[in-house]
């Protein structure tokens, strides 16, 4: 698997605070409380990162990054930003970040399936797209938490082929793979 490039001063972490900050969300940082699990994963999914000025911090932090590959994921939806190949890996960790935000609140049950979804989904995708495992979590882990979502009938099947793929790839043998 790859080498991890870091991408900034600061590491994953700062970039996924600011594009969490600037991702189309409601003012008070929820996404939909009474929306079922597919469809608050289906908007999140279709949900574009912007750059707003009017988010404190949100664009000067961006600014300071030496990525050009994260200002071009402004305007990108989350689900494209997931499932193609010429996203950075930085943006990726970005989204898994969000993803593990997202499901560690305790507001609604919906927030954390979705964002659990989102999660697996980054992992999968830096996967299948970078061949780089940027998750502590040892293939068998997640060649079962993968399965477990494929089984989800809420699923998009745009992210069902992702983790088709992301198990293939945890059931090949290991050769000194990276994590974090």
């Given at each position: 698997m790859k080498e991890e490039t870091t991408c900034g001063p600061g590491g994953p972490q700062?970039?996924?605070?600011?594009?969490?900050?600037?991702?189309?969300?409601?003012?008070?940082?929820?996404?939909?409380?009474?929306?079922?699990?597919?469809?608050?994963?289906?908007?999140?999914?279709?949900?574009?990162?912007?750059?707003?000025?009017?988010?404190?911090?949100?664009?000067?932090?961006?600014?300071?990054?030496s990525c050009n590959e994260v200002l071009a994921a402004a305007g990108q939806t989350m689900a494209h930003l997931l499932l193609t190949s010429e996203t950075d890996l930085a943006v990726i960790k970005t989204i898994k970040d969000y993803g593990k935000e997202l499901a560690q609140r305790r507001d609604t049950d919906s927030e954390q399936i979705a964002g659990t979804a989102i999660y697996y989904a980054a992992i999968a995708s830096a996967l299948v797209f970078h061949q780089h495992r940027i998750t502590q979590y040892p293939p068998e882990k997640l060649h079962e938490a993968f399965s477990k979502l494929q089984q989800k009938p809420w699923i998009p099947s745009e992210l069902m082929g992702l983790f088709e793929k992301a198990i293939h790839i945890c059931r090949q043998p290991t050769k000194g793979s990276n994590s974090e």
């Open positions: 700062k970039i996924a605070r600011a594009l969490s900050l600037a991702a189309e969300a409601p003012a008070d940082g929820h996404l939909g409380c009474d929306q079922p699990p597919e469809e608050l994963l289906g908007a999140i999914l279709a949900n574009k990162l912007i750059l707003d000025p009017a988010v404190p911090h949100s664009l000067p932090s961006l600014l300071n990054w």
